[in-house]
């Protein structure tokens, strides 16, 4: 006989967690099935090597809201923000630019390179945070579909005008960012490439993309976002990503969520339109009038639904949703974090105030540097010169790792999902000697003190955690799949065609990043509609 419940979760990421503990709070009875042995999606913390502790897969906190970790006592369930040191950009001959989240240490950094970008860097500084809070507001907005003409939709999009009114001066400012390039948008402000290279950096962070690529400006901003300590908001948590998902799922199991692992999800039971449950791989039957989908879209409707039960429309749309990803990560077991050769210049100028290391580096020291890795991947093979973000979380967590021994997260692009004319189980150690080999560029040596080291691919990333092609953010961050259009027009208010089944994934709006942001809107529309159905007094969150 089937198990009943109020909702069921479709996989144990942290957006399916912020859903279920939503839901929970307000009275329903969510189930929650993970396909792994593991909550956390991608915020997990796994063994690496005897003793040492990493990240896998996302490795620093930065757009984790607020307002969820108070919702939601997080803190109480175990969270804890440790600071991340300023960034820092090595540069090929023994100099830095440092990247602070205070104006006047970037801008001190800014003057030794270009006295004129030193000086509109605080302008700078207003205009981006003034557009980010903007997109701040954005974040907790259901898109509508604005090709509808029902008082519902019309009602909607007068609200969000209403509520968007006094941004109207900065229309011209959101549609640059929508638009342009990082490089055309940065060059406006700045001469110097190097300079432009620390904020066009943010904008290759997990996308198909370069940084003289249109719309590309806007993932500067996805990135800088975060409302944490630290250069453009990022923190690391204690214990690893996993402390967070660890976290909420105790709220969700607090108010009243049921949490499986090894449960992966056969298919969506779908019977006249209407989701009406789930059947695992190995039989079970859950049914509940709420089916929730933290996996892709792809993965839900093309999958887990079938094409039968979708518009063709639909199936064509979400085909078309691109999520090629040429995005890698390697997790270190090391003796000692990398010596770069401009670290005791930082030291010795005082560059990293009451930091004696950089916990939070970029590796890319100037804009050609940046677009030649596209280049690369653009004709389908891996960067000959990859951009690495090496962060150092055992500087402040020594729990990661043995005493005296580290713990190195190294993050870049780009690798193809797919190579062309190659296979990576042929170049997988050639590339990851290649990453290495840059890291040593910066950090003469570094190689010769790794212990032990795990590579993964896009294709790693998606078999392990089922995100398409291996993209950290379901799908790229681009003005064609944001807001109303994220993941297919017409249903992108987390909503879909089957009655009952709805996303809450980073495959909707506002995308990836570990913000639970998706999920929170999504669990804010279900009980709505509960509302409706029933006329129950849920809050709306």
């Given at each position: ?29 969510p189930?929650v ?16 090597a ?37 960034m820092?950009?090595?540069l ?129 901003m ?93 199936v064509?749309?979400?085909?078309n ?12 077991a ?45 004709h ?21 790792a043995?005493?005296?021994k ?67 953010f ?7 799949q ?17 009655r ?42």
């Amino acid at each position: 006989m089937a198990q009943r419940y109020d909702a069921i979760i479709i996989g144990a990421g942290h957006n399916g967690l912020v859903c279920a503990a939503y839901l929970a709070r307000y009275g329903l009875k969510p189930l929650v099935l993970e396909r792994r042995p593991v909550v956390g999606g991608a915020a997990v913390t796994e063994e690496i090597a005897p003793g040492f502790r990493a990240s896998i897969f996302s490795y620093l906190m930065s757009i984790l809201h607020p307002r969820i970790q108070q919702d939601l006592g997080l803190r109480r369930h175990g969270l804890e923000v440790l600071p991340c040191s300023d960034m820092l950009s090595p540069l090929d001959d023994g100099d830095y630019i440092l990247f602070s989240d205070k104006v006047e240490r970037t801008q001190a950094s800014f003057a030794r390179f270009n006295a004129a970008d030193a000086a509109i860097y605080p302008e700078f500084d207003r205009h981006l945070n003034e557009t980010a809070n903007i997109f701040r507001r954005l974040l907790w907005e259901t898109p509508f579909d604005p090709t509808k003409r029902d008082w519902r939709t019309v009602r909607q999009a007068v609200g969000f005008a209403l509520r968007h009114r006094r941004h109207g001066r900065k229309l011209f400012a959101v549609a640059d960012l929508l638009t342009m390039s990082a490089y055309d948008f940065l060059s406006e402000w700045f001469q110097d490439e190097r300079i432009k290279a620390v904020l066009a950096y943010y904008a290759s962070i997990g996308t198909f993309a370069g940084p003289r690529t249109p719309g590309s400006a806007y993932v500067i901003m996805h990135h800088i976002m975060g409302e944490n300590a630290g250069a453009g908001g990022w923190g690391f948590i204690k214990g690893g990503m996993g402390a967070i998902t660890q976290a909420l799922a105790a709220a969700a199991r607090e108010n009243g969520a049921e949490i499986l692992t090894d449960s992966p999800i056969r298919e969506v039971t779908v019977v006249g339109g209407r989701a009406r449950g789930v059947v695992t791989a190995d039989g079970r039957d859950y049914r509940a009038p709420v089916v929730v989908s933290n996996a892709s879209a792809k993965a839900l409707f093309l999958d887990l639904v079938g094409e039968r039960h979708l518009p063709a429309e639909v199936v064509r749309d979400v085909r078309n949703f691109r999520t090629f990803s040429t995005a890698f990560k390697m997790n270190l077991a090391v003796e000692r974090p990398p010596q770069y050769r401009c670290l005791a210049k930082a030291v010795g100028d005082g560059a990293l105030g009451d930091w004696a290391y950089p916990t939070y580096v970029h590796i890319a020291p100037d804009i050609d540097y940046l677009e030649r890795a596209y280049d690369d991947a653009k004709h389908g093979w891996y960067s000959a010169a990859p951009f690495v973000t090496p962060v150092v979380p055992t500087i402040v967590d020594p729990t990661l790792a043995p005493a005296g021994k580290h713990v190195v997260n190294l993050f870049g692009g780009h690798a193809p999902y797919r190579l062309k004319n190659g296979d990576w189980q042929d170049e997988r150690e050639r590339f990851q000697k290649t990453v290495l080999d840059t890291v040593d560029r910066f950090a003469p040596g570094f190689s010769s003190d790794v212990i032990a080291a795990q590579l993964l691919l896009p294709e790693d990333i998606e078999r392990i955690v089922g995100l398409p092609q291996g993209h950290i953010f379901q799908g790229e961050l681009a003005l064609d799949q944001l807001f109303f259009q994220r993941p297919v027009p017409h249903w992108a208010d987390y909503r879909t065609p089957i009655r009952g089944l709805y996303l809450c994934g980073a495959s909707t709006h506002p995308g990836g990043g570990v913000s639970g942001i998706p999920g929170y809107n999504a669990a804010r529309e279900i009980l709505r509609d509960a509302r409706r159905r029933s006329g129950m007094g849920y809050a709306a969150g």
